[in-house]
C-alpha cells in the first residue's frame, strides 16, 4: 500500500506569515497545492473519525457495490482542507472557531484521485466584537469533476 502525503499538522508554523484579519481580501483566491489521495489516507481518516463502513476499507467489498472499489467517505472535505493549503493557510491560524458550514457531495473521491482546491473568502463582517469570515470551497479530481463544495464562516482570532 502507497504511503499517504504528509501534510503540516504544526498550526503554530508559520503563524506569523499568515494573513490576518485586515489583510484577508474577499474575493481573492487562496493559495492551494494538489494531494494525490491513497488507499492509506482514507483509511487514517476512517480511524481517527471512528469510520468502519467496509464500502471506504475493504477493496475486495467495495469492488461488489456500485461503486466498484473503495471510495472516500463524504467526510475526506476534512483531511482535504488541510492536505490542500499549505502551513501559512490563514484558515490554520490556531485560535479560528467553526461557526458554521454546509457541504455538497457531487462524486465520491477515490484513491489515485489528484485533488484540487479552489477557496476563496467570501465577506467579512464583525458582529459582537467577533471578527467574522464567509468563505467557500470547492474540490476537484483530476478530470475537473467537483467531488464537493462547502461554505462556511469562521471566527478569526483577534
Avoid at 93 to 106: D, L
Wanted: net charge neutral.
Amino acid at each position: 500500500m502507497a504511503q499517504a502525503q504528509a501534510f503540516e499538522t504544526d498550526f503554530w508554523k508559520d503563524e506569523n506569515l499568515r494573513k490576518v484579519w485586515d489583510e484577508i481580501v474577499p474575493g481573492e483566491p487562496r493559495k492551494t497545492i494538489p494531494y494525490l489521495l491513497t488507499k492509506e489516507a482514507i483509511a487514517l481518516l476512517c480511524k481517527a473519525v471512528g469510520e468502519t463502513n467496509p464500502l471506504y476499507l475493504d477493496e475486495a467489498y467495495a469492488k461488489t457495490t456500485p461503486w466498484g472499489g473503495i471510495i472516500a467517505p463524504p467526510s475526506i472535505h476534512i483531511l482535504l482542507m488541510f492536505a490542500c493549503t499549505e502551513a501559512d493557510d490563514w484558515m490554520r491560524s490556531p485560535g479560528t472557531v467553526n461557526a458554521g458550514q454546509s457541504w455538497s457531495y457531487n462524486k465520491p473521491a477515490r484513491p489515485g484521485d489528484t485533488i484540487t482546491l479552489q477557496a476563496r473568502a467570501l465577506d467579512k463582517f464583525i458582529k459582537r466584537e467577533r471578527l467574522f469570515v464567509v468563505h467557500d470551497n470547492v474540490f476537484f479530481n483530476q478530470h475537473g469533476d467537483v467531488i464537493c463544495s462547502g461554505r462556511g464562516q469562521t471566527i478569526r482570532p483577534m
